[in-house]
């Protein structure tokens, strides 16, 4: 069973730039899709982007377009989320998922990252 | 594709049955719709996937259904651990989305 280990918490400013990042462990990394899906605090969940790490396609949802970036690494089998130009709003907690099928639906998930943004 | 969850709240007891609601404003070919468990703290699990395929390791008391527009998450009996946050998600059209949640609590 694929493991997602996602990295620690993060205090930001507005306006600067988070990385946050997702070990997998335990598959075919090259297989999947891995997707970033956020939680603003009391909210329900909104997908981001993802990226086909054998395809090295990735899609990206029309909210996020220009402010995010997400990369798969085959070496370290790690994918990251680039979130810039931050705002109070972005303070959410960041789950990494994977689907291990050839759809997009998520079968696993990380434990997610808070990123908080705040002056 | 905007997925609205009905009803917000679904207070219950432990061994009721539970019926929750995705309706989708555009149908949802191929049935790809997906439901999520979310326990507080803790992040989503897949119970669901192509409207009623259950997920590996997930019991047989919940059962997912529907087609076009309308699904369902049904739990038969309802058991302690049962009791959280229930979302569905759509992946025929990017980008994927979902409904904004149902809190099934105690009773």
């Known amino acids: 069973q694929v493991q997602l280990v996602q990295s620690g918490a993060q205090l930001k400013k507005p306006g600067s730039l988070v990385k946050v990042s997702c070990k997998a462990s335990?598959?075919?990394?090259?297989?999947?899709?891995l997707s970033w899906v956020r939680q603003s605090p009391g909210q329900g969940l909104e997908w981001m982007g993802g990226v086909i790490p054998i395809l090295a396609r990735t899609t990206y949802a029309q909210n996020f377009e220009g402010r995010v970036t997400i990369t798969a690494d085959h070496s370290t089998t790690t994918t990251y989320l680039e979130l810039n130009g931050l705002r109070l709003e972005d303070t959410a907690i960041y789950y990494c998922t994977l689907s291990s099928a050839q759809d997009w639906f998520f079968d696993v998930w990380g434990r997610g990252t808070l990123v908080t943004v705040s002056s | 594709i905007v997925l609205t969850q009905s009803p917000g709240t679904l207070s219950l007891s432990p061994g009721e049955r539970a019926t929750l609601s995705c309706r989708a404003n555009q149908s949802v070919a191929d049935n790809y719709i997906a439901w999520y468990q979310q326990i507080a703290g803790q992040a989503p699990r897949l119970l669901v996937f192509?409207?009623?395929s259950r997920a590996e390791g997930i019991p047989s008391r919940f059962t997912g259904g529907g087609s076009g527009t309308d699904f369902t998450l049904t739990i038969s009996r309802l058991e302690p651990e049962d009791f959280a946050v229930y979302y569905c998600?759509?992946?025929?059209?990017?980008?994927?989305?979902f409904g904004q949640g149902t809190k099934v609590e105690i009773k």
């Open positions: 998600q759509q992946y025929v059209a990017s980008p994927w989305t």
């Open positions: 335990g598959g075919s990394f090259s297989t999947y899709s």
């Open positions: 192509g409207t009623s």
